[in-house]
């Protein structure tokens, strides 16, 4: 009877093993570097919690196929243990709880195989949409970096729709299978004779859907050879990079490699492709400097510089930002845009030289950038008073935070951030979280920092621009910070959440005090 009740307690304690492991390899998007700098950052506390918590994988087609194969496992070796006697029956459930990371690592690898199969499929299907696409005159516009590259296709989708019929990857896919599962599912091309059969049978009479004419894919990778291979399917004539740092350096192995990564997708242009680059980011301006000048063209976007295009006369507002637009060719207007920050300007810019290039001034372009959004742009309010919240908990990268600090500036009233340690930095990660420390010491008058990974650097750089060791704090539960948070803020301070927020957080921060 004894060995029963054990053993069923173990194929609970094994099924919710199996099920947590599950779930962080989901997280990590399956991809070996990404699981493996989880447990560079992660202390064992933190994740024995994770286990303990409510984590279950979101169910796909793929998802199931493993939970039902990994079950079915567990009662075969469950039956197979159970006619072992004695101390080796308890001492094997034992060893296979220790073993579980591997065995569960293993079939969820197992399981890549057949999805790796049916991904080169999908590719492979995509590519001669887009072949299609293009035969007919359609335009593919390829954006990547390592920050910024979702807002600038958001802007650029924006001002381009104001002369053409443009389809954008959704919000956040940017890996090879989403783009291209974007561009089966989505991607109108022009249609042929047989194609309008097909859709007056389907009861649309003329046979004809509005086409697009412009595709906008943002691009990420978490290792070199990934934006080679979307651009091998989607054949960019137009490629803009809007920035490179370290992020995810623990996944790509160097800076370097982070360089040419996302130099891949303007390698890969055609000779008469269109390069878009941020002047003002100094891995790019280095780069350029050191490589042989191709025949692609070539523009460069600055905040600093008067390059092919730039920007001056600049205020930064609460609730917009205002500038002046110049370009090379003699064109130049006023730009006022309903979003938060000044590091917006660059990805503007962006945006901007690819429209320019594609036949729009800059008077339309920023007629078209009144109707920009403030969540297209990373940041946007929770409230704007009382005190005024500030969301951009999305996803966090050395820049970003930087920039989003500066941007608190324009309040008067005391200044809070809200933020976790940033991940998958590898080797820069001490020297950066100082850093981010600093800034946080000159700008804020409180930081809850939400995980332990390396607060103590955060607060070493904070202490050294002066900020008061009690103002920096530790704060894991959403209970205490808002405790924190709502102690120290009136009615006319601002508070940033920066980075992903604990679930629930902002609900709370939302409520008055009692």
Not at 176 to 198: C, H
């Amino acid at each position: 009877m004894i060995k029963i009740f054990i053993a069923i307690v173990w194929f609970l304690i094994f099924s919710k093993l199996f099920v947590f492991w599950l779930w962080l390899w989901q997280l990590k998007e399956y991809h070996l570097g990404r699981f493996r700098a989880h447990f560079e950052t992660q202390r064992l506390r933190k994740i024995v919690f994770s286990f303990y918590g409510k984590r279950f994988p979101k169910l796909t087609g793929k998802t199931i196929v493993v939970l039902v194969s990994g079950t079915l496992i567990n009662f075969l070796i469950l039956f197979y243990l159970f006619s072992f006697s004695g101390y080796l029956f308890y001492l094997s459930l034992l060893f296979l709880i220790f073993l579980a990371p591997i065995i569960f690592s293993f079939l969820v690898l197992f399981f890549q195989i057949p999805t790796i199969t049916l991904k080169k499929r999908i590719l492979k299907k995509a590519k001669k949409k887009i072949e299609k696409f293009s035969v007919h005159g359609g335009l593919v516009i390829g954006v990547s970096g390592s920050y910024g590259k979702t807002s600038t296709k958001e802007f650029l989708a924006a001002i381009l729709s104001k002369k053409f019929k443009v389809l954008k990857t959704r919000k956040h896919i940017n890996a090879e299978i989403g783009i291209a599962q974007t561009v089966l599912n989505e991607l109108n091309p022009v249609r042929d004779s047989e194609d309008r059969d097909k859709l007056k049978k389907e009861g649309i009479s003329n046979g004809v859907k509005p086409e697009h004419q412009i595709f906008i894919a943002e691009i990420g990778a978490y290792e070199r050879g990934k934006i080679k291979e979307v651009c091998r399917m989607l054949q960019p004539k137009i490629g803009i990079l809007t920035g490179i740092n370290e992020q995810h350096i623990s996944t790509f192995g160097s800076q370097e490699n982070i360089i040419k990564a996302k130099f891949e997708l303007i390698d890969n242009l055609p000779e008469n492709g269109i390069a878009i680059f941020n002047w003002d980011n100094r891995f790019i301006k280095s780069k350029i400097h050191s490589a042989e000048n191709g025949t692609k063209i070539q523009k460069f976007c600055s905040v600093e510089e008067k390059k092919d295009i730039w920007a001056e006369n600049i205020r930064v507002e609460k609730e917009f930002i205002y500038f002046k637009v110049k370009s090379k060719k003699g064109d130049s207007a006023d730009f006022k845009v309903n979003l938060l920050g000044r590091q917006n300007i660059e990805n503007i810019l962006l945006a901007a030289a690819c429209a320019e290039e594609l036949g729009m001034d800059l008077d339309k372009i920023s007629s078209a950038c009144l109707e920009i959004k403030e969540e297209q742009g990373g940041m946007k309010f929770v409230k704007k008073e009382d005190p005024a919240i500030i969301d951009s908990s999305y996803s966090a990268n050395p820049a970003g935070v930087i920039a989003d600090l500066d941007y608190l500036k324009v309040y008067f009233g005391k200044k809070i951030i809200i933020m976790p340690c940033l991940i998958e930095l590898g080797k820069s990660a001490k020297e950066i979280h100082k850093e981010i420390g600093k800034k946080i010491g000159e700008i804020c008058d409180l930081a809850v920092i939400t995980t332990k990974d390396y607060f103590e650097k955060i607060k070493e750089g904070a202490l050294e621009a002066g900020m008061k060791e009690e103002k920096i704090i530790l704060r894991e539960r959403k209970e205490d910070i808002n405790y924190e948070v709502k102690e120290f803020s009136n009615q006319d301070d601002v508070l940033l959440l920066e980075g992903r927020a604990p679930n629930g957080l902002i609900a709370l921060l939302r409520d008055k005090k009692d």
